[in-house]
Nanobody, 118 residues
């Protein structure tokens, strides 16, 4: 059973930074294209950022327009970890953040809460 465990969330002030981490199990990490998603209260889950697999272009990254230039997704194939560096945080970034493959096809983890408030 694949497990995804997100961590690194917390309370940040507007303009601040947080770094999220996603620990994964299984042997397929390097061949999977991964993504970060978020879900704010009363809203649908949305894809925030994605990174390609080692079979494609592992340097290929995409970002939602709302986070472009502020967030950076990265991956560590040896550690089987996915990261999201979030800078210049805004109150509208407040949400529960999840990692999953780019199809959202794996069992969802518990997510990590990010709250941006002064």
């Amino acid at each position: 059973q694949v497990q995804l465990v997100e961590s690194g969330g917390g309370l940040a002030q507007p303009g601040g930074s947080l770094r999220l981490s996603c620990a994964t199990s299984g042997s397929f990490f390097s061949i999977t294209a991964w993504a970060w998603y978020r879900q704010a209260p009363g809203q649908e889950r949305e894809l925030v950022a994605s990174v390609g697999s080692s079979f494609g272009s592992s340097d290929s990254r995409t970002y939602a327009d709302s986070v472009k230039g502020r967030f950076t997704i990265s991956r560590d194939n040896a550690a089987k970890r996915l990261y999201l560096q979030m800078n210049s945080l805004k109150p509208e970034d407040t949400a529960v953040y999840y990692c999953n493959d780019v199809r959202g096809g794996l069992p969802w983890g518990q997510g990590t809460q990010v709250t941006v408030s002064s």
